[in-house]
């Protein structure tokens, strides 16, 4: 009897490091004490939407090492599929550095990624029976950025399942320091954004991309180039959207007394609108629960110590 394999709701793929925070304030060279977490924008949404009860897998690729035993297992511990993450015994598994920020700054970062074994995630690691079990894929700017190959896999996978009638996210997530000038980064990530359904570029972001000022302008432009909706993220403002049938609107943002830690906050974000997307939400519903989940985000630290879990969801009545 031949067995069929269990669907997925959503789909990621990327790097995913260990990430070493100072447990004191104060330069990074100075600071003796680390605690270890996680640190992947594609685990971060993956845990999140997990934690909400979908289905979810993680491809990616680790070091045969300490790092790599690590990550692989607190992600499986939160109920993401890793059936699909490759062991590289040639390679090492990424990590960084994070400073402890009292004032809700942006925390000093330092990354030891280069040559890891996720900048060799290629095709070879995304068979395409795997990629159609998904019926949503959430791609974000970080893995392009690591190689020609991973780039590759990535502009497969959205062509591919968005061709296969499947729903496609894309949030830039701009890295600067991972791409070797920043025209290549934004002519890379324009060409992929024409391959989703969804594009979800902060303010900031959609300005560098595009050349375009306002966050109208921003949905526009990539609405004119395929996108079916568009959200501008305007950080304490809350959030802009607006679709390809002529929907569009503010959602403000949910006040945080206390900023704790920025790094984690847009995918806290992705998590709010992919869930209430594919739960048949409408855009105004999605936009206050991504509100809502990014609030959550800034006030812990880690990159998704805050992500809630469903049970939170009703306990807030948050649609």
Same mark, same amino acid.
């Given at each position: 009897?031949?067995?069929?394999?269990?669907?997925?709701?959503?789909?990621?793929?990327?790097?995913?490091?260990?990430?070493?925070?100072?447990?004191?304030?104060?330069?990074?060279?100075?600071?003796?004490?680390?605690?270890?977490?996680?640190?992947?924008?594609?685990?971060?949404?993956?845990?999140?939407?997990?934690?909400?009860?979908?289905?979810?897998?993680?491809?990616?690729?680790?070091?045969?090492?300490?790092?790599?035993?690590?990550?692989?297992?607190?992600?499986?511990?939160?109920?993401?599929?890793?059936?699909?993450?490759?062991?590289?015994?040639?390679?090492?598994?990424?990590?960084?550095?994070?400073?402890?920020?009292?004032?809700?700054?942006?925390?000093?970062?330092?990354?030891?990624? %280069?040559?890891?074994?996720?900048?060799?995630?290629?095709?070879?690691?995304?068979?395409?029976?795997?990629?159609?079990?998904?019926? *949503?894929? *959430?791609?974000?700017?970080?893995?392009?950025?690591?190689?020609?190959?991973?780039?590759?896999?990535?502009?497969?996978?959205?062509?591919?399942? %968005?061709?296969?009638?499947?729903?496609?996210?894309?949030?830039?997530?701009?890295?600067?320091?991972?791409?070797?000038?920043?025209?290549?980064?934004?002519?890379?990530?324009?060409?992929?954004?024409? *391959?989703?359904?969804?594009?979800?570029?902060?303010?900031?972001?959609?300005?560098?991309?595009?050349?375009?000022?306002?966050?109208?302008?921003?949905?526009?432009?990539?609405?004119? %180039?395929?996108?079916?909706?568009?959200?501008?993220?305007?950080?304490?403002?809350?959030?802009?959207?607006?679709?390809?049938?002529?929907?569009?609107?503010?959602?403000?943002?949910? *006040?945080?007394?206390?900023?704790?830690?920025?790094?984690?906050?847009?995918?806290?974000?992705?998590?709010?609108?992919?869930?209430?997307?594919?739960?048949?939400?409408?855009?105004?519903?999605?936009?206050?629960?991504?509100?809502?989940?990014?609030?959550?985000?800034?006030?812990?630290?880690?990159?998704?110590?805050?992500?809630?879990?469903?049970?939170?969801?009703?306990?807030?009545?948050?649609?």
């Amino acid at each position: 009897m031949t067995t069929v394999p269990e669907p997925l709701d959503v789909l990621t793929l990327g790097e995913t490091m260990a990430l070493l925070v100072a447990q004191e304030p104060g330069p990074l060279e100075q600071v003796q004490t680390f605690s270890k977490r996680l640190a992947g924008a594609d685990s971060n949404v993956a845990i999140g939407l997990a934690r909400l009860g979908f289905k979810v897998g993680w491809v990616s690729r680790l070091g045969a090492d300490s790092f790599g035993r690590y990550v692989r297992q607190a992600i499986e511990a939160e109920g993401v599929d890793t059936s699909q993450v490759a062991v590289d015994p040639n390679r090492s598994t990424g990590f960084m550095l994070k400073s402890c920020s009292l004032d809700g700054s942006d925390p000093a970062i330092e990354y030891y990624r %280069r040559n890891s074994a996720a900048s060799q995630l290629g095709m070879a690691n995304l068979p395409s029976a795997y990629a159609l079990r998904a019926r *949503h894929l *959430h791609a974000t700017g970080i893995t392009p950025a690591l190689s020609p190959a991973a780039c590759e896999v990535v502009a497969d996978a959205m062509q591919s399942l %968005r061709a296969a009638g499947r729903s496609v996210s894309f949030d830039p997530n701009l890295r600067p320091r991972l791409w070797p000038d920043t025209a290549t980064m934004r002519d890379t990530l324009n060409d992929l954004a024409r *391959h989703a359904d969804w594009v979800l570029p902060g303010i900031e972001e959609g300005r560098l991309l595009t050349g375009q000022s306002t966050p109208a302008d921003v949905a526009a432009w990539y609405l004119d %180039r395929g996108a079916q909706a568009v959200v501008v993220k305007l950080g304490a403002d809350g959030a802009y959207f607006r679709t390809a049938d002529g929907a569009q609107g503010t959602v403000p943002g949910v *006040h945080v007394p206390v900023v704790v830690d920025t790094v984690g906050a847009g995918d806290a974000f992705a998590v709010g609108i992919i869930s209430a997307r594919l739960e048949g939400l409408g855009w105004p519903q999605a936009l206050k629960r991504a509100n809502w989940i990014a609030s959550l985000a800034l006030q812990v630290i880690g990159d998704m110590e805050g992500l809630p879990a469903r049970r939170e969801l009703a306990e807030q009545n948050i649609d």
